[in-house]
C-alpha cells in the first residue's frame, strides 16, 4: 500500500518556523514529482512547491506567496520531503499535505495532477 505521511503541523507565532515532514512508505520516493498543497478554510487547494524526482536537472518550483520564506527539499535516502517554513504569517495557516505522482517529468502545481496523497497536517500561525 502506498501512502504518504505528513507531520510537523502545528501552532507556530507570526515569523516563526516550522518544518514539514512527508514520509513515504510503500513505494520510493526519488522516482516520484512531490509537491505541498495547502487549503485554508473555506478556500481551494493551492499549490505551495514542487520538486522534480532525484532533484536533478530543475529547480524546485514555489507559489510567489511563500518565495523566499519557504524551501522544499527531499532525502530520498530516508524516503523523505521537507518544507521548511520560515517567516510564517497568519495567511498561511492552512492544512498542509503532500501529493506525489510517478513521472520523470517536471512537478506542476495542479492538484489533478497527483495520485498519491496525504492526510495533511494543520499549520496554525497566530498570537
Known amino acids: 500500500q502506498l501512502l504518504l505521511v505528513e507531520t510537523g503541523g502545528g501552532l507556530v507565532q507570526p515569523g516563526g518556523s516550522l518544518r514539514l515532514s512527508c514520509a513515504a512508505s510503500g513505494f520510493s520516493l526519488d522516482s516520484y514529482a512531490i509537491a505541498w498543497f495547502r487549503q485554508a478554510p473555506g478556500k481551494g487547494r493551492e499549490g505551495v512547491s514542487c520538486i522534480r524526482y532525484r532533484s536533478s536537472g530543475s529547480s524546485p518550483k514555489y507559489a510567489d506567496s511563500v518565495k523566499g520564506r519557504f524551501t522544499i527539499s527531499r532525502d530520498n535516502a530516508n524516503n523523505t520531503v521537507y518544507l521548511q517554513m520560515n517567516s510564517l504569517k497568519p495567511e498561511d495557516t492552512a492544512v498542509y499535505y503532500c501529493?506525489?505522482?510517478?513521472?520523470?517529468?517536471?512537478?506542476?502545481?495542479?492538484?489533478?495532477?497527483?495520485?498519491?496523497w496525504g492526510q495533511g497536517t494543520q499549520v496554525t500561525v497566530s498570537t
Open positions: 501529493a506525489a505522482r510517478h513521472t520523470s517529468f517536471q512537478c506542476r502545481d495542479s492538484s489533478d495532477w497527483y495520485d498519491h
